[in-house]
């Protein structure tokens, strides 16, 4: 019977010690997988921030750009025929347009964070922003100005020629050529 005690105890002396060695085992692969669900959790939090920021981000490079488009265009039009500007432009994304029919420089962009509220329209600095579900457009518009070219660009770096192509007495407006390259 001694034997038989000292069997159960040697056993169970034994099992301990096997668990004892499990025990580390599953502690790493708890603090594992709590690591694993922190990263997901701040990747989730963080991931709409930085769109939101990206987005802000092109917003204001595209109205910087904008901006010295029209400067560039209303100096053309004050010096008079023959008057040239060449613009370097670095855009991030978005498309940018130039509408000879509409004589409108317009630039549209996506909006996941809607950083600009669907249905407001507002004109700042000369630029009529506007905001629709998941796209914001700015645009210059010209009465005095005939556009007479279009031309399409997107992010990168690119030269834009405004020249001064003189006064149309007829329709009562400085005509402009505009070359994107």
Request: hydrophobic share 40%; aromatic share 6%; net charge negative.
């Amino acid at each position: 019977m001694t034997n038989l005690i000292y069997q159960i105890a040697l056993q169970s002396k034994e099992m301990c010690i096997d668990m004892k060695g499990l025990n580390p085992l599953v502690a790493t692969v708890l603090i594992i997988a709590i690591s694993l669900a922190a990263i997901s959790l701040t990747f989730q939090v963080g991931n709409p921030i930085v769109d939101r920021s990206e987005e802000i981000l092109l917003f204001q490079d595209a109205k910087n750009n904008l901006q010295t488009i029209d400067t560039a265009i209303k100096d053309v039009v004050f010096q008079g025929e023959g008057a040239k500007r060449n613009l370097r432009l670095s855009t991030f994304g978005g498309n940018y347009r130039i509408d000879d029919a509409s004589d409108k420089i317009i630039f549209v962009m996506d909006s996941k964070s809607q950083i600009y509220s669907a249905g407001l329209s507002n004109i700042t600095d000369g630029i009529n922003i506007t905001g629709s579900v998941g796209e914001i457009t700015m645009i210059i518009s010209y009465d005095d100005v005939d556009i007479l070219d279009t031309a399409a660009f997107d992010g990168g770096n690119w030269n834009v020629i405004v020249s001064n192509d003189g006064y149309n007495s007829v329709s009562g407006k400085t005509e402009l050529s505009m070359t994107v390259s």
